[in-house]
């Protein structure tokens, strides 16, 4: 170890982290809130605001999508208890993420490199513009990275409890840091098994086998939480059980065969999502669904033929609700151009759950069938976690006879996997059984991963038609030189610096690998863009560290390092000062004017003076949360929210330049969204 650096070099790094600080801060407060944190925000932090997503008090251990990134999640939701719910609030977390960032990669330079390289290297970790925007977002990308920053220093100096605890919660933070979690490990092993002999006397092997799984005690703390958060995640899936739903049949009358063939009948569920109801017969005036949750009943039809629709039976279970469509205290009728739309608000019904999330499930079996569904899905879990102590067990053993690994690590990497799979398993499941985990590429690891970094962290601004070509033959020829020097390096003996390189490049190398396995084992789809943001750090880490090794070797070797951080830094510092904005984060360009819109809307409507009714605004989908959350923070009082599948007929439109229909009248245009405000009528 190096021990630190000099007086200057601390004050010139503790300048770049108030400065990038400032920088990712200013963010945090002036970029509005882009869609997927808006979506966040309505589905997991205030619910209450959209009924149709109300999951009351345990909304943020719902998995229905992958938006929710559950501790930067729990963490938003306290934010918002102590701060309100402004954008910075939201985002408190992120800015957690981003001061873990800087202090770890602060501490790792410090004891590893000289006070140049440690300096430079700061400002390289924070030159990124892509990585800087989710440090800076209400997503957990920001906090996954400075936990991983965190689990790197710790186990860099060989302190493996720590390490995986970080790295824990860094999964907890972003499910994609499985990977590095994995990784952390399986060196972690390798670097334990260079401290032992390849056999293990007899006389030993007694007391060195003692113990290699957890005590009684953790085990049993660990059971007791797995089973709480297994029964509040499993307690927010509507999917827990197809007992728990009725089935419903629905029967038309009046309408002859023809009609009944241009009939769609829909279910719409506790999310506002639409499906079709298969028909029971071709020829029959029925259909028919059973063992998924139905909150209303949707009839689409021709409008030319909706007159002739007689009376329509609901059956939900044993029990028939008929009623007339055209009374508007059982259905409500929209007249969608040629189409009329039905939709029930009767109630349906007798048996409704006393659970406010399922309550208005019309076709609900009984509460009782519910909570023996959750004791189950606890049990199942409990038994899995028991069978993975099981298997731990053996391996351990097996790992401490042959030298590969010592009892007391051991029982810290099994007891650190076994709080892994009890607090990420029931969610990757659940996410994995409903095929959210659909975000990634099929074409291959560079093609999908190193590539989209690459693009992503040129932010959209083009230097040359092969830019992307010629920095990842840059990163490949850097590993090139890497392997070359480190043959010769470690014939001798290697530099501290060479050693941490060659750590990082072998987390790096395991995540690859693993991402591969994945793929061909599991069928999971590559990393891609933020997803794979936990490459960037780790690959600059990397390439300061090895700069640093060529430094410690002198001749030609040190000109080459220095040239390799020098030509680096003032790419990115360059490209920094070409890309450093307030107004927008790259994957959310669209969102850029959301919050200048509601407030020039309000403008419009004030100025137009009272009419005697709310104006209503139709949002284009890809806008719809974030138009929903500033609408909710503003509170226009004459101004109604109507975002797309609603029929509401609206006054004003919100929308992309090149979707705006024609006669339009434009009201003001945002050219960094690409989006106009207009007015429809």
Request: glycine share 8%; with cysteine.
């Amino acid at each position: 170890m190096r021990g630190g650096i000099v007086p200057w070099a601390r004050g010139a790094q503790a300048l770049i982290a108030l400065a990038f600080g400032a920088f990712v801060a200013a963010r945090a407060v002036r970029v509005p809130l882009t869609y997927d944190e808006a979506a966040t925000y309505i589905r997991y932090i205030a619910p209450h605001i959209v009924p149709e997503f109300d999951a009351g008090t345990l909304a943020v251990f719902n998995f229905e999508v992958a938006t929710n990134h559950l501790l930067n999640t729990v963490l938003t939701k306290l934010a918002t208890v102590a701060a309100g719910s402004s954008e910075v609030a939201l985002r408190l977390p992120a800015l957690l993420g981003y001061a873990l960032y800087v202090w770890f990669s602060t501490t790792i330079l410090r004891r590893l490199t000289t006070s140049l390289v440690a300096v430079a290297g700061l400002l390289l970790l924070n030159l990124n513009p892509y990585l800087l925007d989710f440090f800076a977002l209400s997503r957990g990308y920001g906090l996954g990275i400075g936990l991983m920053m965190g689990a790197l220093s710790f186990w860099l100096k060989g302190e493996l409890r720590p390490a995986l605890l970080f790295a824990t919660t860094a999964v907890l933070a972003n499910f994609s840091m499985l990977n590095v979690y994995l990784a952390l490990v399986l060196a972690g092993l390798e670097k334990v098994a260079g401290t032992f002999p390849a056999k293990v006397p007899a006389t030993s092997l007694k007391a060195t086998t003692e113990r290699p799984k957890p005590g009684i005690r953790p085990m049993l703390l660990l059971g007791a939480v797995a089973a709480v958060f297994a029964a509040f995640v499993f307690s927010q899936d509507p999917a827990l059980s197809s007992s728990l739903y009725e089935g419903v049949t629905v029967r038309l009358a009046g309408l002859d065969s023809s009609e009944l063939h241009a009939v769609r009948v829909s279910r719409i569920d506790l999310r506002g999502r639409v499906a079709a109801l298969p028909r029971a017969e071709e020829a029959a005036a029925a259909w028919y669904i059973a063992g998924v949750p139905v909150r209303t009943v949707r009839i689409e039809m021709p409008a030319s033929s909706s007159e002739r629709l007689g009376p329509v039976d609901v059956i939900v279970g044993n029990r028939a609700f008929t009623s007339d469509p055209h009374r508007p205290d059982k259905w409500i009728a929209r007249d969608l151009g040629a189409t009329r739309q039905f939709e029930s608000v009767q109630r349906l019904s007798n048996t409704r759950s006393a659970i406010r999330e399922f309550a208005a499930v019309v076709n609900w079996a009984g509460d009782r069938q519910y909570f023996v569904a959750i004791v189950r899905a606890v049990g199942v879990t409990l038994l899995i976690l028991a069978i993975v102590a099981v298997v731990l067990g053996a391996v351990g053993t097996v790992g401490i006879r042959i030298g590969l690994t010592r009892p007391a690590e051991w029982r810290t990497i099994s007891l650190s996997v076994m709080w892994l799979a009890a607090l990420a398993g029931p969610p990757l499941y659940l996410l994995r059984r409903d095929r959210q985990l659909y975000f990634g590429g099929t074409r291959g690891l560079v093609p999908d991963t190193f590539y989209s970094l690459i693009d992503s962290s040129f932010y959209g601004r083009i230097y040359a038609s092969n830019q992307s070509h010629l920095v990842f033959a840059a990163i490949v020829g850097i590993v090139a030189v890497f392997v070359a020097f480190s043959l010769r390096a470690f014939r001798q003996k290697p530099s501290v610096a060479l050693l941490a390189a060659a750590r990082v490049a072998a987390v790096i190398a395991i995540v690859c690998a693993s991402l591969l396995a994945q793929r061909w084992l599991l069928g999971t789809v590559y990393l891609v863009g933020r997803t794979a943001l936990l490459f960037i750090p780790l690959y600059l880490l990397f390439v300061i560290l090895f700069c640093q090794a060529l430094i410690d070797a002198g001749h030609n070797w040190s000109v080459a390092g220095a040239s390799i951080l020098v030509a680096a830094l003032g790419i990115a510092v360059l490209h920094f000062a070409h890309t450093a904005n307030l107004q927008y984060a790259l994957d959310w360009r669209d969102d850029a004017a959301t919050k200048a819109m509601i407030t020039d809307l309000e403008a419009v409507v004030a100025a137009e003076g009272p009419t005697g009714r709310k104006s209503v605004l139709g949002a284009e989908w890809i806008y719809g949360p974030a138009a929903v959350y500033y609408v909710h923070r503003h509170q226009p009082v004459d101004i109604d929210l109507a975002v797309p599948p609603s029929s509401a007929a609206t006054d004003f439109i919100y929308i992309a330049e090149r979707h705006a229909p024609a006669g339009t009248t434009v009201l003001k245009q945002y050219p960094v969204a690409g989006t106009v405000l207009g007015r429809t009528r």
